[in-house]
């Protein structure tokens, strides 16, 4: 049994280059757990960073949390900048707050739990491949463009408390890929170009039933009321949206 | 069909005394044009592309191929392909795609363009007796050098100095993803850099396993769709590059069909076997310069800032302005790709529409830096349409540090410009992934021709400095006193800062 070894890091006043330079200092000492704290506006934390270890960041981070990462679990406490969890690989990213534009931008692999609202161009051409599925579970609301030029993953909408429209217009316009699960019935004018109703089937009811789950457990909700709605699934009209556009010289 | 068809764009003939019937022909067209009917060789030259492979595996040289053989009344301004465009558009109603570069019939700035050389009052160097300096560094320089002393007398450079690439010569070849060439191709590349000691580039397409060997001499590239990339991928490349755009089509997004996601190319690129692979208009993370540095730190924070970070644009009116913001990241090169960039494909009316001539770029790119004092702070690379060692001495004396060429080092593999890429048959086994086409691209013999003609560029360019009396790149870099214009306007000679002949 691995041995719980937290380290603690007060963020207070110092660079992200320092404060990632202390994180995998703390990565290569063994730790476990690592806890930063008063963490403000300090951009691409975790960014890169391989390994297995859960982080707490109390404070706000700065754009691009978690870039590029492959594998740890972070937990924010609070509100989060643009772009979390860009190109992210694998691992997760669990806000307790909001996100800004572009919040799982590319996403490759890996799962974003945000407890509130996320801004425009969510989960923008997140894309999956063998084995890697990317996941971004939304609690309230999302701006304009959620899922455009999506090419794989799953994206669930809930509009926890939400009237509708929790949503902007342009969903998954360019979609060729993954699907978007969102709460409710949905006006057509919301929808992007290159986007079609689906069904719901059991193996995507099963996993988004789990997500929403996943999602309550994180942030001490009910789940049951949200397993008993109605959703609207959305997927790509075409996994080829540009094949008849063009012609040949 | 009330269009008809449109005229043979090439006609190919055979001199039935020179033909001995092996039939040669027959299995090296890729399109079909030939067939073997009961031992009599029939043509069909409306499927014929010009890629000269036949003509080239002919033991008899039989075969001979005419350009657009059919006449149409002979107008200037509706062109046959003015004409044909158009039929082809009023039959499909689609935006009509074309290969390779720019195919207008632009003025070429560099054939107006001379270079110098020593005569009496200052002597030539003879490079094969003196030391020529090539080797080029790609990447920041800081502005000034502080040294100490040390107790043992030694000198010690106390300015942190950031990661450059060094280049035995300033010749790199561009970014050609797998997927758009073969792995074959990709490999002879890669040989060859590795050969010669400069760099290649990945193209988005992620990296192929047969490439790691090579991995120290790749510039790994991260473009809008993000394929392939991930933190493995941005850690074994010795510098990354953001594609912003592309010289063959500024301000557009490329797409990889689906037919051509075959399960190799699928792995590379981390994305599903036959589906599209899109590469969105903008990066989706980038809609201002602020965002663009925001990426650029993004990924030397991910690299722990060993690696430099290039950001290529395409030549557009304003690529200057555009430099100048992205030589005030932390970027360390910006890369110009001109408006003669090849391309797999690309809409035609942005090939030949969109954006400007490199040499033009290069120019004020470098103008507009040196005017903020900001030329250390980043190298150019210059790309799009260099094809031969004159176009890169006159690229580096107007400013770049060093160039990129792409179609040149595809011909070195056999490529005939035919500018039929798009359709995956490529008769010479470079832009295709038919496994009995890429078969037919040696990776050696391909390595060793790419590696010949950097080579043989790099001699002659050691020359051509030596006739002019310089013996290091650097001097000759933005020495603009070394070039003279032949037969260019004021307006553009005010733009590149060179006299005019005679003056
Ligand atoms: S390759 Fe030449 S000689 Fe052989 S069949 Fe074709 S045209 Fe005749
Ligand atoms: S690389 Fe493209 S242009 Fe060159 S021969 Fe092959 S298909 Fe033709």
Not at chain 1, 108 to 135: L, N
Request: a neutral charge; aromatic letters at 6%; charged letters at 25%.
């Amino acid at each position: 049994m691995k041995l719980d070894n937290k380290i603690a890091i007060d963020a207070n006043d110092i660079h992200y280059t320092q404060l990632n330079k202390l994180i995998r200092k703390a990565v290569a000492e063994k730790a476990t757990d690592i806890v930063i704290k008063n963490v403000l506006g300090q951009r691409f934390i975790a960014s890169g960073l391989r390994a297995e270890i859960n982080i707490d960041i109390y404070g706000v981070p700065g754009g691009d949390l978690g870039m590029f990462m492959n594998g740890p679990i972070c937990n924010i406490y609070g509100n989060c900048e643009h772009a979390p969890g860009n190109t992210m690989d694998y691992g997760k990213i669990i806000v307790h707050g909001s996100t800004g534009d572009a919040s799982a931008h590319s996403m490759r692999g890996g799962e974003m739990y945000v407890r509130d609202r996320i801004g425009y161009r969510g989960g923008i051409h997140m894309k999956e491949y063998d084995q890697k599925k990317p996941t971004l579970v939304v609690g309230k609301s999302a701006d304009d463009f959620l899922g455009e030029y999506m090419a794989g993953g799953l994206i669930l909408l809930l509009g926890i408390g939400q009237e509708a429209p929790f949503y902007g217009r342009g969903i998954g316009s360019g979609i060729h890929g993954g699907r978007i699960v969102i709460r409710g019935e949905i006006e057509d004018k919301y929808l992007g170009l290159g986007v079609k109703r689906l069904d719901m089937d059991t193996s995507l009811l099963n996993e988004v039933q789990s997500r929403i789950k996943e999602y309550c457990n994180y942030f001490n909700l009910d789940a049951t009321k949200l397993l008993d709605e109605n959703y609207t699934v959305l997927g790509p009209a075409s996994s080829r949206p540009f094949a008849g556009k063009y012609t040949w010289e | 069909m009330s269009l008809g068809s449109v005229p043979l764009r090439y006609k190919v003939d055979i001199d039935r005394e020179q033909c001995m019937r092996c039939m040669r022909c027959v299995d090296n067209c890729s399109y079909g044009a030939f067939r073997n009917e009961e031992g009599k060789l029939i043509v069909n030259s409306r499927k014929c592309t010009a890629c000269h492979r036949c003509i080239s595996m002919c033991p008899r040289d039989a075969i001979s191929l005419k350009d657009r053989p059919v006449d149409y009344r002979a107008h200037p301004l509706w062109t046959s392909e003015a004409r044909e465009d158009i039929i082809n558009q009023s039959r499909t109603g689609k935006i009509v795609l074309a290969g390779m570069g720019n195919a207008k019939d632009f003025p070429s700035i560099f054939d107006r363009l001379v270079l110098d050389a020593c005569q009496v009052t200052n002597p030539s160097i003879d490079p094969l007796r003196e030391p020529m300096e090539l080797k080029t560094h790609i990447g920041k320089k800081p502005s000034r050098l502080e040294f100490e002393e040390t107790v043992d007398g030694d000198i010690k450079v106390l300015n942190e100095i950031a990661p450059n690439l060094e280049l035995q010569t300033p010749i790199m070849i561009g970014h050609m993803s797998y997927g758009a060439i073969s792995l074959n191709a990709q490999r002879s590349i890669a040989q060859a850099v590795a050969k010669v000691g400069t760099f290649m580039g990945t193209g988005e397409g992620g990296l192929h396993e047969s490439i790691y060997p090579y991995q120290d001499n790749t510039i790994v590239q991260v473009a809008s769709g993000r394929f392939g990339v991930d933190i493995n991928y941005l850690e074994r490349g010795a510098a990354i590059e953001i594609k912003i755009g592309q010289g063959a089509k500024p301000g557009i997004g490329g797409h990889l069909p689906g037919e051509k996601v075959c399960s190799d190319i699928s792995c590379t690129r981390m994305i599903p076997y036959g589906s599209d692979a899109i590469s969105p208009a903008p990066h989706h993370d980038i809609y201002s310069i602020e965002d663009l540095a925001q990426l650029v730190r993004g990924l030397k924070e991910a690299t722990e800032w060993k690696k430099p970070v290039f950001v290529k644009v395409a030549a557009v009116h304003n690529v200057a302005a555009i430099a100048a913001g992205i030589a005030r990241s932390k970027a360390d090169a910006v890369v110009i790709d001109g408006f003669r960039g090849g391309t797999g494909a690309a809409p035609k009316v942005f090939r030949d529409n969109v954006g400007i001539p490199i040499e033009a770029a290069i120019a004020s790119v470098d103008k507009k830096l040196n005017e903020q004092g900001i030329r250390n702070e980043i190298s150019i690379i210059a790309s799009g349409g260099i094809r031969n060692s004159a176009d890169i001495a006159k690229s580096i004396a107007l400013g770049a540090d060093a160039v990129y060429i792409g179609t040149a080092a595809l011909i070195a593999m056999g490529c005939r410009v035919c500018g039929n890429c798009y359709r995956g048959l490529c008769p010479w086994g470079i832009a295709t992934q038919r496994e009995d086409l890429v078969d037919r691209l040696d990776i050696d013999s391909g390595a060793q021709q790419v590696a010949n003609l950097i080579n043989a560029w790099t001699y002659e360019l050691s020359e051509l400095m030596g006739a002019a009396g310089i013996n290091s790149i650097e001097s000759l870099r933005g020495n603009r006193e070394r070039l003279r214009a032949y037969m260019l306007d004021e307006g553009m000679l005010n733009v590149l800062q060179v006299k005019p002949v005679g003056a």
